[in-house]
């Protein structure tokens, strides 16, 4: 279906949350209505006129079931438990606006609605990119307390994007370079160690996913050495024009030198939040089996109370009251949904990264003219940052990283179910092929008649709104105006 709005729905449904400065905390309402009910009405408008696909697909199957689910489960345990309706809603709307942006990206869009979608969403993470550190420097202050506004929300996944540029599609330009320049010196800026270690992982991911055998490994290997050599150099540079930064460097690497028990208060408050979670979510026997539920409150486990001495008095240590998504993802799903309704989030997200990786690496060595092999090669990077992210946060505190994690995971499960069954399809002919060269020539006795086809031959994947769009195609083949394989759609040849 041909709609002329299409473009401007995207990206309405992507940029406005680009500006959602304060996430699930915001005490303005006003704001939350502006930036987050034009983007659900946006979404909404792209799923009317979203094609369908024709056929099932065991991975969207399991992926949208796991999905609905944790939001489901989420309803019933809020009626179980009882919670504040207002928090739950705070922390349950980047959810289900990652919901809406999986259902908008797991559809047979054709190539331009793929290349616009993706276009939205890239522009719209360096939109974010470049609010967050204006708006966090804009506030004023020293560099300890400013360093935890300017990181983007989606810092991670426009980094995994670049990456899947330059060691994935071997692309670079001289924008896509500034960008990650940029990156890097707002990395540094932040004196945030999870961001670094977020930002190896994903370049360690990105060479695996380039390298589908041993000797292309090496290859990729000595090219993200030179790149890690290039950025150290660039990093120690840094150190050296910016002392003050490299001093803050020093100290959050020797903090807890500093400490009377001797460990980083940073990591024992994340895991005093982890343990007191955990022990409420097995206290009994349902909330062990739906959780405590989302917005529920959290505090500190009493156990690490020695372990922050000199950094939290007793009283103030037994204040602290949370209610707002936990740091930790993974311990945080169980903490809110349980073993039932807990953990289907997590497992959907880890196998579609698995899957989906897997296959990367063998069609990008057995076919790589496979239309969609870029955007599932893209998604794949984008959602890699979701677990990166976890090292520091929760990635799903945030509404608009709820809807880029949420249409990258769409584009996943999407790209892998054409690919594959393109893939089938390629093979089923294949076999055709060889099997009709062992017949006898056409009239011969037992030969087949010209006009009779196998009625067992495999059925098109995806309805195509018109025969020269028709999906699972190798590049060349039916599109006359398709770009060269692991073409970018979304950066400038700058």
Same mark, same amino acid.
């Given at each position: ?95 289900? !606006? ?50 935890? @506004? ?24 001289? *924008? ?88 980083? $208060?940073?990591?024992?408050? @994340? ?73 289907? !989030? ?9 899957? &989906? ?10 076919? $790589? ?23 520091? #946060?929760?990635? !799903? ?8 994690? #949420?249409?990258? !995971? ?26 009709? &060269? ?14 009779? @086809?196998?009625?067992?031959? $495999? ?25 060269? $394989?692991?073409?970018?759609? *979304?950066?400038?040849?700058?």
């Amino acid at each position: 279906m041909r709609n002329k709005f299409a473009v401007v729905w995207m990206w309405l449904f992507l940029l406005p949350l680009a500006f959602d400065f304060k996430g699930a905390e915001t005490a303005s309402k006003a704001i939350q209505i502006l930036l987050t009910v034009p983007s659900m009405a946006a979404g909404c408008l792209l799923l009317l006129i979203a094609p369908r696909f024709a056929r099932r697909s065991r991975m969207r199957t399991l992926v949208t079931s796991l999905f609905l689910l944790t939001m489901l489960g989420s309803v019933a345990t809020q009626v179980l438990q009882g919670n504040d309706s207002g928090n739950y809603m705070r922390v349950i709307l980047p959810f289900l !606006l990652m919901l809406l942006g999986y259902f908008v990206g797991c559809r047979p869009w054709d190539s331009q609605r793929l290349a616009q979608i993706e276009r939205a969403m890239y522009w719209s993470m360096i939109a974010s990119l470049v609010f967050s550190f204006g708006f966090g420097m804009a506030t004023g202050g020293s560099l300890e307390s400013v360093r935890f @506004r300017i990181v983007s929300v989606t810092f991670l996944c426009l980094q995994g994007l670049l990456l899947h540029e330059f060691v994935v599609a071997k692309r670079i330009t001289k *924008f896509t370079v500034l960008i990650f320049l940029a990156t890097i010196v707002i990395e540094l800026l932040s004196v945030t160690r999870s961001l670094l270690v977020g930002t190896v992982l994903l370049f360690a991911y990105a060479t695996w996913l380039a390298a589908p055998s041993l000797k292309h490994l090496f290859t990729a290997g000595l090219r993200a050495v030179m790149i890690l050599t290039l950025l150290g150099a660039m990093a120690a540079a840094s150190a050296a024009f910016f002392p003050a930064v490299a001093e803050h460097w020093v100290q959050r690497m020797s903090f807890a030198k500093d400490t009377e028990s001797g460990r980083d $208060p940073t990591t024992i408050t @994340r895991l005093a939040e982890m343990k007191d979670q955990y022990d409420q979510a097995m206290s009994s026997t349902l909330s062990t089996i739906v959780g405590m539920g989302y917005g529920h409150d959290y505090r500190y486990s009493p156990s690490y109370l020695p372990d922050l001495a000199g950094q939290f008095s007793k009283k103030d240590f037994y204040a602290i009251k949370e209610w707002a998504a936990g740091h930790n993802f993974w311990v945080y799903q169980f903490f809110a949904g349980g073993l039932l309704f807990g953990l289907a !989030l997590p497992i959907a997200i880890l196998w579609a990264l698995w899957r &989906g990786s897997m296959a990367y690496r063998s069609w990008r060595h057995r076919a $790589p003219d496979a239309l969609y092999l870029p955007v599932l090669g893209r998604a794949l990077l984008v959602v890699a940052a979701l677990p990166a992210t976890s090292i520091g #946060g929760n990635p !799903l505190g945030n509404r608009f990283s709820g809807v880029v994690f #949420g249409v990258a !995971l769409g584009l996943l499960v999407a790209s892998y179910a054409r690919i594959a069954h393109a893939m089938r399809m390629r093979a089923a002919e294949t076999a055709a092929q060889q099997a009709r &060269g062992r017949r006898p020539a056409r009239g011969a006795p037992g030969g087949m008649p010209p006009d009779m @086809r196998p009625h067992d031959e $495999p059925v098109p994947e995806i309805l195509p709104t018109h025969g020269a769009s028709a999906p699972g195609l190798p590049a060349g083949q039916g599109r006359h105006h398709e770009p060269p $394989p692991g073409a970018s759609s *979304f950066a400038p040849n700058a």
